[in-house]
């Protein structure tokens, strides 16, 4: 804007949902973080469902 003009008022709450909305998406990025970092940094082996056959994760029924 501006300098010396004033913001109207849909200005000022549009810009206040988009904080609000930035600061609840960069908190579900930094949740995400979080919990990547704590699975990682656990040392187990992390395997995902990829349509093939592992050997170690089969269950054997012997």
Do not use: C
């Not at 949902?17 to 973080?33: H, R, S």
């Not at 704590?38 to 029924?61: C, W, Y």
């Amino acid at each position: 804007m501006a300098l010396g003009r004033e913001d109207h008022e849909l200005h000022k709450r549009r810009k206040n949902g988009n904080l609000w909305i930035g600061g609840i998406l960069g908190g579900f990025v930094l949740l995400v973080f979080t919990v990547t970092v704590v699975k990682l940094s656990s040392g187990q082996m992390i395997e995902g469902f990829d349509h093939a056959v592992r050997p170690s994760i089969t269950v054997n029924d012997k």
